[in-house]
């Protein structure tokens, strides 16, 4: 068998193989099992390797380079235009195959050990804080049924959990307050968890020269610089600021025809929890811009003057400091508050 591109779907025991010969010539079809496939690719010789940029994708991708294969990551979202009909995972192989044989296809570029490791507490804190918010959400919901109702907030919560533990409470029937305790129990037992994480991340940011210097930006603190450190494992793979924002989906989506541009709100396309941290950042930075004297918060005043909504200065603001996390990262420069404006 010459192959000189193969297609791989990926799963978690089933893996489909899709290989064509520089002819575009389809020399092979099959299904591997997992335990199969190494010894299959240690075999071959070496080719490029297309596969889906999902879950164990980083992984796969380093052990067929491992191998001598040259392995190229495609976006789900670009290869899934290539499924000619129907859906199995033969189609899905022979699409991802065709999408990397595109020269004009988007990569995505292979995590190191290092970084997959590096965003591991950011993944489990985002899961904490996400069951926390559900069991928030429960135990105001379950109280509210008996006209308990408190403010938002973690003020509100603590006011709800003062009345569940009052025993002279004598709304809350005595087999839901046994029942409540438990959702209360689970939801103190997450801070800690939270706390030991976010500690970690502060450890990790002190401990990196890069994630350092990023935090010098306004509005980027230990959390957001260690975060994009992790992600972006070389800026030179970014044109330019306006690509790595794009990278992050936090410019305005085009539905342009006929030479008249149009655009409309963020496309939301790429990093969904960098864009979420970039506009947090840029959330609590909005508040403190107001009475600012950097030429970035004169920048923030000139547009909320203009009659701007305060939600869209934060996004503009949070796109601003996308691209000044590009520069800096890029140059190698510390950053430069003089020329954030510009």
Same mark, same amino acid.
Not at 45 to 60: D, F, K, M, R
Not at 184 to 211: C, H, W
Not at 240 to 254: L, M, Y
Not at 309 to 321: D, E, G, Q
């Given at each position: 068998?010459?192959?000189?591109?193969?297609?791989?779907?990926?799963?978690?025991?089933?893996?489909?193989?899709?290989?064509?010969?520089?002819?575009?010539?389809?020399?092979?079809?099959?299904?591997?099992?997992?335990?199969?496939?190494?010894?299959?690719?240690?075999?071959?010789?070496?080719?490029?390797?297309?596969?889906?940029?999902?879950?164990?994708?980083?992984?796969?991708?380093?052990?067929?380079?491992?191998?001598?294969?040259?392995?190229?990551?495609?976006?789900?979202?670009?290869?899934?235009?290539? #499924?000619?009909?129907?859906?199995?995972? +033969? $189609?899905? =192989?022979?699409?991802?195959?065709? /999408? *990397?044989? %595109?020269?004009?296809?988007?990569?995505?570029?292979?995590?190191?050990?290092?970084?997959?490791?590096?965003?591991?507490?950011?993944?489990?804190?985002?899961?904490?804080?996400?069951?926390?918010?559900?069991?928030?959400?429960?135990?105001?919901?379950?109280?509210?049924?008996?006209?308990?109702?408190?403010?938002?907030?973690?003020?509100?919560?603590?006011?709800?959990?003062?009345?569940?533990?009052?025993?002279?409470?004598?709304?809350?029937?005595?087999?839901?307050?046994?029942?409540?305790?438990?959702?209360?129990?689970?939801?103190?037992?997450?801070?800690?968890?939270?706390?030991?994480?976010?500690?970690?991340?502060?450890?990790?940011?002190?401990?990196?020269?890069?994630?350092?210097?990023?935090?010098?930006?306004?509005? #980027?603190?230990?959390?957001?610089?260690? +975060? $994009?450190? =992790?992600?972006?494992?070389?800026? /030179? *793979?970014? %044109?330019?600021?306006?690509?790595?924002?794009?990278?992050?989906?936090?410019?305005?989506?085009?539905?342009?025809?006929?030479?008249?541009?149009?655009?409309?709100?963020?496309?939301?396309?790429?990093?969904?929890?960098?864009?979420?941290?970039?506009?947090?950042?840029?959330?609590?930075?909005?508040?403190?811009?107001?009475?600012?004297?950097?030429?970035?918060?004169?920048?923030?005043?000139?547009?909320?003057?203009?009659?701007?909504?305060?939600?869209?200065?934060?996004?503009?603001?949070?796109?601003?400091?996308?691209?000044?996390?590009?520069?800096?990262?890029?140059?190698?420069?510390?950053?430069?508050?003089?020329?954030?404006?510009?």
């Amino acid at each position: 068998m010459n192959a000189s591109m193969i297609g791989l779907d990926i799963a978690k025991s089933v893996f489909q193989v899709h290989g064509v010969d520089a002819g575009g010539e389809v020399v092979v079809r099959r299904k591997l099992r997992r335990s199969q496939m190494k010894p299959f690719f240690s075999k071959l010789a070496p080719c490029v390797v297309a596969l889906e940029a999902c879950g164990t994708g980083h992984y796969w991708a380093r052990e067929l380079e491992a191998l001598g294969h040259e392995a190229r990551l495609v976006p789900p979202a670009y290869a899934k235009a290539y #499924v000619k009909r129907g859906k199995n995972d +033969a $189609v899905d =192989a022979a699409a991802i195959c065709e /999408a *990397a044989s %595109r020269p004009s296809m988007r990569l995505v570029p292979v995590k190191s050990v290092a970084q997959q490791a590096a965003l591991t507490p950011h993944r489990t804190r985002e899961m904490l804080i996400k069951q926390r918010t559900m069991l928030i959400n429960t135990l105001r919901g379950q109280m509210a049924e008996f006209g308990i109702i408190a403010a938002k907030g973690g003020d509100g919560l603590k006011a709800l959990l003062a009345i569940l533990h009052d025993r002279e409470e004598t709304r809350l029937p005595e087999l839901a307050r046994q029942v409540l305790r438990e959702l209360a129990g689970a939801i103190e037992a997450l801070a800690p968890r939270i706390q030991r994480i976010e500690k970690t991340i502060r450890a990790m940011a002190r401990d990196n020269p890069l994630a350092r210097r990023l935090m010098t930006i306004p509005g #980027v603190g230990p959390i957001t610089a260690t +975060a $994009v450190v =992790a992600s972006v494992g070389d800026p /030179a *793979a970014f %044109r330019n600021g306006r690509h790595f924002s794009a990278w992050i989906g936090i410019v305005a989506k085009q539905h342009s025809t006929a030479g008249t541009p149009r655009l409309g709100r963020i496309s939301k396309m790429g990093d969904r929890y960098l864009r979420k941290l970039l506009v947090l950042g840029a959330t609590s930075r909005l508040r403190q811009a107001k009475t600012g004297d950097t030429p970035l918060d004169a920048w923030v005043r000139k547009l909320l003057e203009q009659k701007k909504s305060k939600r869209l200065v934060t996004v503009a603001l949070a796109n601003k400091t996308a691209r000044i996390l590009w520069a800096v990262m890029a140059t190698a420069q510390p950053y430069q508050p003089e020329r954030a404006a510009a």
